[in-house]
Antibody, heavy 120, light 107 residues
Framework: QVQLVESGGGVVQPGRSLTLSCAAS????????MQWVRQVPGKGLEWLTL????????YYADSVKGRFTISRDNSKNMLYLQMDSLTVADTAVYYC?????????????WGQGTLVTVSS | EIVMTQSPVTLSVSPGEGATLTCGAS??????LAWYQQKPGQAPKLLLY???TRATGIPARFSGSGSETNFTLTISSLQSEDFAVYYC?????????FGGGTKVEIK
């Protein structure tokens, strides 16, 4: 069965960096686009970034463009999110999600999320 | 950037009744529209994509309609497990924006 397990969340000071990881299993990782979505506790969903199945194309929401970087390692079935220049507004649960196909598609499987708290 | 707007924010419904949720896009997303369900403490779950195609395992009481800028999610007869927050999302362009969500609560 498809499994997505995020890790790397925690408490970080404003201005610092953090890298999230997502371990994928139960499907052929290299065939699917992957995405990150976040949710401030008690609020709605915010799409952040998508990477094509082969890593050739990346897209970012304006709110994180230039600060966050998505990447993948198809040999290890891993997805990453490098987050730089973090602010209090980046505090949220971060979900890793599989795209329903190789490119721009909705998310058909989600991890359980990892909480990132930006606080001094 | 396309903005997605959902209404109402909260919908109070009695079990067994139907519910209609709406989603609007600031510009056409053709039929590249998905709906998700999220229960407290859980990750979202894909319900529908391509406006009206049910995802794997989604019961037939969930249906979708619409095109271009106006979309509807209909739940024909609410079961106890359907009380949740519902989000629409377009994937017509690279910015896959979500709507703000509709909370369906027990009346």
């Amino acid at each position: 069965q498809v499994q997505l397990v995020e890790s790397g969340g925690g408490v970080v000071q404003p201005g610092r960096s953090l890298t999230l990881s997502c371990a994928a299993s139960g499907f052929t990782f290299r065939n699917f686009a992957m995405q990150w979505v976040r949710q401030v506790p008690g609020k709605g969903l915010e799409w952040l970034t998508l990477i094509y199945y082969d890593g050739s194309i990346e897209y970012y929401a304006d709110s994180v463009k230039g600060r966050f970087t998505i990447s993948r390692d198809n040999s290890k079935n891993m997805l990453y999110l490098q987050m730089d220049s973090l602010t209090v507004a980046d505090t949220a649960v971060y979900y890793c999600a599989r795209g329903a196909g190789p490119m721009i598609v909705p998310q058909d499987y989600w991890g359980q999320g990892t909480l990132v708290t930006v606080s001094s | 950037e396309i903005v997605m707007t959902q209404s109402p924010v909260t919908l109070s419904v009695s079990p067994g009744e139907g519910a209609t949720l709406t989603c609007g896009a600031s510009q056409s997303v053709t039929k590249n529209l998905a709906w998700y369900q999220q229960k407290p403490g859980q990750a979202p779950k894909l319900l529908l994509y391509g406006v009206s195609t049910r995802a794997t395992g989604i019961p037939a009481r969930f249906s979708g309609s619409g095109s271009e800028t106006n979309f509807t999610l209909t739940i024909s007869s609410l079961q106890s497990e359907d009380f949740a927050v519902y989000y629409c999302q377009h994937y017509n362009t690279w910015s896959l924006a979500f709507g703000g969500g509709t909370k369906v609560e027990i009346k």
